[in-house]
């Protein structure tokens, strides 16, 4: 029985690392109309959509903590995140300093700085969200290291399908338009501007099995000042 249901954690988790190009909702239901249908059955960061334009929402993340792996250099996100993942994989099958299993959760997300030019590798981070149970004490792990969220913004496009080299690039440019002359988008370049590093996120939460209702995300992350007009 625990072997079958670390096959079957196994098999929901590598959906995050899929690269095929089948399974699109209809054409009527794109944007953010979607919840992603992972988060109904296992336990995903908590959020409060505040905002919902043409295109794109803007939500509310509660304060979290994520495991996190080192920066992956790499010409491929859906490769190097399928690197990352299999740490933390091991990370929550016990392979920690506690020896301790960890739930799983969604989404995985990939941290992206890309490169300066079409050949050169691009800087990727991947994370799993810590369930609420271990944020209080999450297991430490060699080559991993823990993410403090505070309370944070995000802008967040929506797609359908499997993550793709080839489609990611046109998902962040998509929304990046989608925001221009926006005051959420004055807020996300105020924080490039502090922070050179960020740049985008990309969340996944599907099980290969699931070739209907994927739902992939793109995040840009922001802090709000003091007396912003939501």
Same mark, same amino acid.
């Given at each position: ?26 054409? @009527? ?13 296992? =336990? ?18 509660? &304060? &979290? ?10 010409? #491929? ?43 050169? =590798? &691009? ?36 797609? @359908?399908?499997?993550? #793709? ?12 338009? &989608? ?7 004055? *807020? ?5 501007? =502090? ?7 990309? *969340?996944?939460?599907? @099980? ?8 992939? =995300? ?13």
């Amino acid at each position: 029985m625990a072997a079958g249901l670390s096959m079957l954690k196994f098999s929901v988790l590598l959906g995050l690392l899929s690269n095929l190009s089948l399974g699109l909702w209809p054409e @009527s239901s794109k944007g953010l109309k979607i919840f992603p249908p992972t988060c109904n059955r296992i =336990e995903c960061p908590s959020f409060e959509t505040v905002h919902v334009g043409n295109g794109f929402a803007i939500r509310r993340y509660n &304060s &979290s903590m994520w495991m996190s792996t080192s920066p992956i250099q790499d010409i #491929s996100l859906v490769q190097a995140t399928r690197t990352g993942f299999l740490q933390l994989f091991d990370y929550i099958q016990g392979k920690n300093e506690y020896e301790q299993t960890i739930e799983m959760t969604a989404p995985v997300i990939t941290e992206v700085l890309p490169s300066d030019g079409p050949f050169c =590798e &691009s800087s990727f981070t991947v994370s799993f969200y810590v369930p609420k149970v271990n944020q209080a004490n999450p297991p430490p792990a060699k080559g991993l290291h823990i993410q403090q969220w505070k309370a944070t913004y995000a802008a967040v496009r929506q797609f @359908s399908g499997f993550v #793709s080299d080839s489609n990611i690039g046109e998902e962040a440019a998509a929304l990046q338009a &989608s925001l221009a002359g926006t005051n959420w988008a004055a *807020a996300i370049e105020k924080r490039r501007a =502090e922070d050179p590093t960020s740049s985008y996120i990309v *969340a996944q939460y599907n @099980s290969p099995f699931e070739f209907y209702n994927r739902v992939n =995300e793109i995040w840009l992350l922001f802090d709000l000042e003091e007396g912003f007009a939501i």
